[in-house]
């Protein structure tokens, strides 16, 4: 198929996600969270031939991969929103957290933070988004042209939007591979949004939906030597 024929595919595939979404979370919600824990996908079990400093793959300004990390619950120990914004981000960042974000960068990937908190929402003195960019230099995550924030732009509905964002991405030719969050919706929207079940890792109260893997004891520390094993996906510039 070519470039013109994907492209309308994933356009295809719009309007189809965001109604998969809806019957999904409607579903969720009635049916409650399963208690049962998906096993480690075979895929990230297994090393890969690229390493790092490898040139067996392509460069990273024309094989664009990503990983979707949530920020509330998921990067922080803190899931209440309410408490971060009053501290002003100052929350301390789950164990291992950044050293995980940290490896897949250096491997290629590109990294999206988001937040449905509302874009222009004060924290302090500073906007939500250059607060959290902020709180994310000072704990260790990469923070660089690879990266970015997105946040909510309170319209609509916050997990739609989340959603729409990521289906605009692989529109763009960026691969979603991978995705932590630690809420069930945002699951949800991850899947529906292109990020494959072996690498939807999922905790806390999300841990185990949406056909996603569940982060055992929700630790990072663990779960380093698993992105660890993974190869470049693209070559650094």
């Known amino acids: 198929m070519g470039h013109t024929g994907r492209t309308g595919a994933r ?3 719009w309007p189809v996600a965001i109604l998969l979404l809806l019957v999904t979370v409607a579903s969720a919600c009635a049916e409650g969270d399963d208690d049962g824990e998906v096993g480690v996908p075979a895929s990230f079990d297994e090393e890969t031939t690229a390493t790092p400093g490898s040139t067996t793959v392509p460069p990273c300004s024309e094989s664009r991969h990503a990983v979707v990390f949530e920020f509330l619950g998921t990067l922080t120990l803190e899931r209440d929103f309410g408490a ?3 501290e002003q981000l100052q929350v301390l960042p789950r164990p291992g957290a950044a050293e995980v974000a ?3 960068h250096e491997r290629g990937y590109e990294l999206v933070y988001v937040s449905t908190a509302p874009t222009n929402m004060p924290v302090g003195d500073a906007s939500f988004v250059d607060a959290l960019n902020l709180w994310l230099t000072q704990n260790g995550f990469p923070v660089d042209d690879r990266t970015r924030v997105w946040t909510w732009d309170a319209t609509g509905d916050a997990v739609i939007a989340l959603l729409e964002e990521l289906l605009r991405m692989e529109q763009a030719g960026v691969s979603l591979d991978g995705g932590y969050t630690d809420d069930a919706d945002k699951a949800n929207a991850m899947a529906s949004g292109g990020v494959p079940p072996e690498g939807l890792w999922t905790l806390g109260p999300a841990a185990g939906t949406a056909s996603s893997t569940a982060l055992a004891g929700d630790d990072f520390l663990a779960h380093l030597d698993t992105v660890e094993r993974l190869g ?4 650094l510039g």
């Open 11 to 13: 356009r295809a595939r």
């Open 84 to 86: 971060v914004v009053a």
């Open 102 to 104: 940290a490896a897949y």
């Open 232 to 235: 470049m996906v693209c070559q």
